[in-house]
């Protein structure tokens, strides 16, 4: 009994701790600051921040939203790329997660914000402020392994070699550094829905269907995670499915097979495909944006043939994560021949990062990227993510980001 009283008392103090950490990082007043910019914006290039409910009291405030955009749109953002769909859970009233989990939405929101509907709410103070709202479907396939959707559905998890669904590591995470991704990693936490079970399939595009009829929507955004790591794709549901198209053989042991990974990227983008003519027919003017990562790891790791993709006019937008240290990387990411193709056909913005809970990014490191990616005309800018672009998580103090933002995009 003292042990549970124990574990109540922390969990009271973390709460207690996160609550002051929410109200002292809303409470930041907007600077009225206005500095000559090193460089000149494109007149319709795309000024983003991805909000996410990790690493960030954004979403867990009833006023955080608000105070967000307030400050987005005095510092001349455009676009928010809102998160719906993480770890196993929408972040809106949804029929459909309702019918397959048994939860209408992630709990915690129906805590924080009793009765409301906080993407309904984002996008209609989005446009209030002229600000694009893009609901961002940042968990894809991936899903935690004690999330309710992968506890009642066992059946819809695919499995490496092995026969087990057990974990497979988020590579484009670990890379970048996040300690949540390495930390899920060595717990075992993360699994992969099955993306070539029809009933999958139908379950994430309800889920963006869903989104897309009941809300005022500009967009919607998949991103890396809209894949599968080049070791799964084992489990029976699948093996059977290859069977079928191969005289009886099965898949073959190596993950890395030419064919193999050609077989079951075709069948992704087929699927990617699928969810796009169907958003179409639902809005004819819903963007189509992507967020993927260079297309050489993108296909060779999960399976995610975004070059295709934009070739066959299903991609309206393309913000490309260059999430590096080096501007030297960072100009050999936009170099590669599938952005210049890219470019040739649709708006293709960067994604750069601002920092991560454990690993912020300095100002000097953010202007330097900003500068080169506008000498280069690329279509703008987002940043990953709002906390470690506006709050505390950074090396300078929230008034000096406010200051350098108000520089980067002053006189829009």
């Known amino acids: 009994m003292l042990a549970k009283i124990k574990s109540i008392d922390r969990k009271i103090i973390l709460a207690l701790g996160l609550f002051f950490l929410i109200v002292a990082t809303q409470l930041i007043p907007v600077s009225t600051l206005s500095i000559d910019r090193p460089t000149q914006p494109l007149p319709n290039e795309i000024r983003g921040v991805w909000i996410t409910n990790v690493g960030s009291s954004v979403l867990f405030a009833p006023w955080g939203i608000r105070r967000a955009l307030d400050r987005l749109s005095a510092l001349n953002f455009n676009t928010i790329y809102t998160g719906v769909w993480n770890r196993g859970y929408t972040f809106y009233?949804?029929?459909?997660?309702?019918?397959?989990?048994?939860?209408?939405?992630?709990?915690?929101?129906?805590?924080?914000?009793?009765?409301?509907?906080?993407?309904?709410?984002?996008?209609?103070?989005?446009?209030?402020?002229?600000?694009?709202?893009?609901?961002?479907?940042?968990?894809?396939?991936?899903?935690?392994?004690?999330?309710?959707?992968?506890?009642?559905?066992?059946?819809?998890?695919?499995?490496?070699?092995?026969?087990t669904a057990q974990n497979t590591p988020d590579w484009q995470s670990i890379f970048k550094g996040n300690p949540q991704a390495i930390e899920d990693w060595r717990k075992g936490q993360n699994l992969w829905l099955n993306p070539f079970h029809p009933e999958v399939q139908d379950f994430i595009l309800q889920t963006i269907v869903e989104v897309v009829t009941n809300y005022d929507v500009d967009g919607i955004q998949l991103d890396d995670?809209?894949?599968?790591?080049?070791?799964?794709?084992?489990?029976?549901?699948?093996?059977?499915?290859?069977?079928?198209?191969?005289?009886?053989?099965?898949?073959?042991?190596?993950?890395?097979?030419?064919?193999?990974?050609?077989?079951?990227?075709?069948?992704?983008?087929?699927?990617?495909?699928?969810?796009?003519?169907?958003?179409?027919?639902?809005?004819?003017?819903?963007?189509?944006?992507?967020?993927?990562?260079?297309?050489?790891?993108?296909?060779?790791?999960?399976?995610?043939?975004?070059?295709?993709?934009?070739?066959?006019?299903?991609?309206?937008?393309?913000?490309?994560?260059?999430?590096?240290?080096?501007?030297?990387?960072?100009?050999?990411?936009?170099?590669?021949?599938?952005?210049?193709?890219?470019?040739?056909?649709?708006?293709?913005?960067?994604?750069?990062?601002?920092?991560?809970?454990?690993?912020p990014v300095e100002i000097d490191r953010l202007q330097e990227q900003v500068n080169f990616v506008r000498e280069q005309n690329f279509d703008g800018v987002s940043f990953f993510y709002w906390e470690s672009l506006l709050g505390y998580l950074a090396p300078e103090s929230p008034?000096?980001?406010?200051?350098?933002?108000?520089?980067?995009?002053?006189?829009l």
């Not at 009765?115 to 968990?139: A, C, M, N």
């Not at 549901?237 to 069977?243: H, R, S, V």
């Not at 980001?401 to 520089?407: C, G, M, S, V």
């Open 93 to 163: 009233p949804s029929a459909v997660n309702k019918r397959v989990t048994g939860i209408q939405q992630a709990p915690f929101f129906s805590i924080v914000h009793p009765g409301s509907d906080v993407l309904k709410d984002t996008i209609e103070l989005g446009h209030h402020r002229q600000l694009r709202v893009i609901p961002w479907f940042e968990y894809g396939f991936m899903v935690p392994r004690q999330a309710r959707l992968a506890l009642k559905h066992p059946e819809w998890l695919t499995t490496h070699l092995n026969d």
């Open 225 to 359: 995670h809209f894949g599968l790591p080049i070791e799964m794709g084992y489990d029976p549901f699948t093996i059977q499915l290859y069977q079928q198209s191969h005289q009886g053989q099965s898949p073959p042991a190596n993950p890395s097979d030419i064919e193999w990974v050609s077989w079951r990227a075709d069948r992704i983008s087929a699927f990617m495909g699928k969810i796009v003519e169907t958003v179409r027919s639902i809005q004819s003017d819903c963007i189509i944006s992507l967020s993927p990562n260079s297309q050489d790891f993108a296909y060779h790791y999960y399976l995610q043939d975004w070059q295709f993709w934009v070739q066959q006019g299903w991609i309206d937008e393309l913000v490309l994560q260059v999430y590096r240290s080096d501007l030297s990387q960072v100009r050999t990411e936009l170099d590669r021949a599938s952005v210049i193709d890219a470019r040739q056909r649709i708006p293709v913005a960067v994604g750069l990062l601002s920092g991560l809970w454990r690993k």
């Open 399 to 411: 008034y000096q980001r406010q200051r350098f933002l108000q520089d980067l995009f002053a006189n």
